[in-house]
C-alpha cells in the first residue's frame, strides 16, 4: 500500500510549503498529495484555501496576491510548529526541488470558472513540458473542471475526491474516465474498492491517521493512503515488513518529539 504526504507532511510541518516536502521526502517519502489554487499573476501556488487567512495570518484571496508576495509570507501559523519561517510555494518550486519524486496527486479546489480555466492551462503546460504524464494525476471535487483537463490532455491522469456516498461518486468517476477515486475513507466499503478495481481505477484514501484504520483499509484492497503523518506511518510499514508487529484497537501515529 501506498503512502502519501498529506500536503507534504501536514502533521509533521507547516502544510504545503517547501520545508514540509523536504523533511517527508529526507524521510524517504516520494509520493504526495498537494492543492493548488492560482495567484494574482496566474501561477500555481500550494496552498489548500482560495484565502492566505488560516496559514499565514495575512487577509484577503489567494488571488489577491502575486507569487512573489505570497512566497514571501510566513505560512506557519495554525499549522504544525516548525522554527524557521517558509512561505508559499509555486507548483514548479516543488518540482525543481526534487528530481525522484515517484507520484504526484495535485488537488484543485472549486473556484470562479476564469480561474480555473487558466490554471487548468498553467498545469497542463507543466505537465507536458516536464515529461510528469506518468508521475502526475490531477485531482478535483470539480466534475466540469476534470472534464477541461481532459479535453486539453486526454493523457493526464484525473482523479474524482469524493467527500459523500451521494450521489454516488463511483459512477461520476466511471463517467469522467478516472485513473483515481480519491476518497475520503470513512464512506469507503470492499464494493466500491472492487468496483473501482474492475474499472482499473486506483483507489486512494484520505485522510488516514490511525493506523488501525490503516491497517482495515489496507485489508479492504486499497491502493494508497493519504496522512498527515507520512514519515511516522512509513516507519510503522517498514518494521513490519521485518518483524511482526501489532497495534492496539485505535492507537494513533505518534508525532515526532
Same mark, same amino acid.
Request: aromatic share 6%.
Given at each position: 500500500? #501506498? ?37 494574482? +499573476? ?29 512566497? !514571501?509570507? !510566513? ?19 516543488? *518540482?525543481?526541488?526534487? +528530481?525522484? #519524486? ?8 472549486? !473556484? ?33 473542471? *476534470?472534464?477541461?483537463? %481532459? ?33 475520503? $475513507? ?11 478495481? %474492475? ?6 484514501? $484520505?485522510?488516514?491517521?490511525? #493506523? ?36 492496539? *484497537? ?8
Amino acid at each position: 500500500m #501506498i503512502i502519501y504526504g498529506h500536503r507534504g507532511a501536514k502533521g509533521e510541518a507547516p502544510e504545503n510549503t517547501l520545508a514540509g516536502f523536504i523533511h517527508a521526502h529526507r524521510h524517504g517519502i516520494r509520493h504526495f498529495e498537494l492543492d493548488l489554487v492560482l495567484s494574482k +499573476d496566474g501561477v500555481p501556488m500550494l496552498v489548500h484555501d482560495l484565502t492566505v487567512d488560516r496559514t499565514t495570518g495575512q487577509k484577503g484571496n489567494v488571488g489577491k496576491y502575486t507569487a512573489a508576495e505570497l512566497a !514571501d509570507m !510566513d505560512a506557519r501559523r495554525n499549522t504544525s510548529s516548525w522554527a524557521t519561517r517558509t512561505g508559499i510555494p509555486t507548483l514548479e518550486n516543488l *518540482l525543481d526541488q526534487f +528530481d525522484d #519524486i515517484e507520484h504526484l496527486q495535485l488537488e484543485v479546489k472549486k !473556484d470562479s470558472r476564469a480561474r480555473l480555466n487558466v490554471l487548468g492551462n498553467r498545469v497542463t503546460e507543466i505537465i507536458q513540458s516536464r515529461g510528469l504524464l506518468n508521475k502526475v494525476a490531477i485531482t478535483s471535487a470539480e466534475p466540469s473542471f *476534470l472534464r477541461e483537463i %481532459r479535453r486539453r490532455d486526454k493523457n493526464i491522469r484525473l482523479g474524482l475526491v469524493a467527500e459523500r456516498k451521494f450521489p454516488k461518486p463511483l459512477n461520476l468517476a466511471t463517467r469522467l474516465g478516472c485513473e483515481y477515486f480519491c476518497v475520503n $475513507w470513512k464512506i469507503l466499503t470492499r464494493a466500491m474498492v472492487e468496483t473501482a478495481h %474492475r474499472q482499473n481505477m486506483h483507489v486512494s484514501t $484520505w485522510t488516514v491517521n490511525r #493506523i488501525h484504520d490503516m491497517l482495515k483499509l489496507e485489508e479492504m484492497g486499497v491502493d494508497s493512503i493519504i496522512t498527515d503523518f507520512p514519515t511516522s506511518t512509513r516507519m510503522y510499514f517498514d518494521n513490519r515488513a521485518n518483524s511482526p508487529l501489532s497495534i492496539p *484497537l485505535g492507537e494513533t501515529i505518534p508525532e515526532p518529539a
